[in-house]
């Protein structure tokens, strides 16, 4: 795409989207060695939420 429009691809559909999602596209954040995850819940400041 050459204008892909701003936020995560799956801010529509995630039960757990917030307003930053729909604005801005999450960095990658480190879960572990081998897992990184693009998901603005994965910020120290996100509210915690019943995901795994």
Do not use: T
Request: hydrophobic share 30%; aromatic share 12%.
């Amino acid at each position: 795409m050459l204008n892909p429009p701003k936020g995560c691809p799956f801010y529509q559909r995630c039960e757990y989207s917030m307003k930053v999602c729909k604005d801005s596209m999450p960095p990658f954040f480190e879960i572990d060695e081998n897992h990184k995850s693009a998901c603005w819940l994965n910020h120290k400041d996100a509210p915690k939420v019943g995901i795994n």
